[in-house]
């Protein structure tokens, strides 16, 4: 928890060194929004602990090859790539020609093409990074998982009531995030003890009613 002028993207690398250091563990995926568009701390996660960073591409950037718009990737004669993998080591990615692409057929650059092609991650590292904005995890991560987190923030807010709170004490709002923070722990581990019922949508489903009527009537 910060100052209202302290930006957001700041606290990445940090609140990652703690997971590290404290519990041997990091997010291999983080999906944010575009508070955390900084190059320089998706490099950090990236090359530090080999965490992807994913935020959608900024309208008003440019990008870059062999990307043609952020859901596509195209070799310099415009066919279709998919990606090939990462190479940690190198810190490049490689992508390869789709293999029922039209195009490649009728390339005047067929007999020359190496059918496969390398970009450095550092290159860009919103289009490519750890992960490809191309990739179908990235573009799942981005459109159905992201759009879940500010209705779910709101919720918690609304259910503690920390909308109606105006606080102007960074120490009192410290401990009031943290007393938030134990609730949603302790709620989420209550319901991880609770015995899963038998359908997921069990309370949901509709009943019919039970009359007691009486006999003659």
Known sequence: ?????????????PALNLCVARWSWRPDYIVVDMGYLAAASKQICR?????????????????????????RAVCP??????????DAHAQEHWFGAVPEAALCGRCWQQSQCPQQFV??????????????LNTRAAQFLLQK????IEPAQSYEKNQL????????????AWCWGLLADAVCLLR?????????????LRELLPEQLAWDWEEGA
């Open 188 to 200: 989420a581990r209550a319901l991880r003890t609770l015995a899963p019922n038998s359908h997921p």
């Open 1 to 13: 928890m910060t100052p209202a002028n302290v930006g957001e993207g700041g606290l990445l690398v």
């Open 77 to 86: 004669q415009g066919s279709p790539l998919r990606w090939l993998g990462y």
């Open 119 to 132: 970009y450095p991650a550092a290159a860009h590292e919103t289009l490519l990074g750890k992960l490809p």
């Open 161 to 172: 009531g920390l909308g109606t709170l105006f606080l102007n004490s960074l120490r009192l």
């Open 47 to 71: 090359q530090r602990w080999q965490v992807a960073v994913l935020t959608h591409l900024r309208s008003d950037m440019k990008v870059l090859a062999p990307f043609e718009a952020e859901e």
């Open 145 to 148: 998982v992201r759009p879940w």
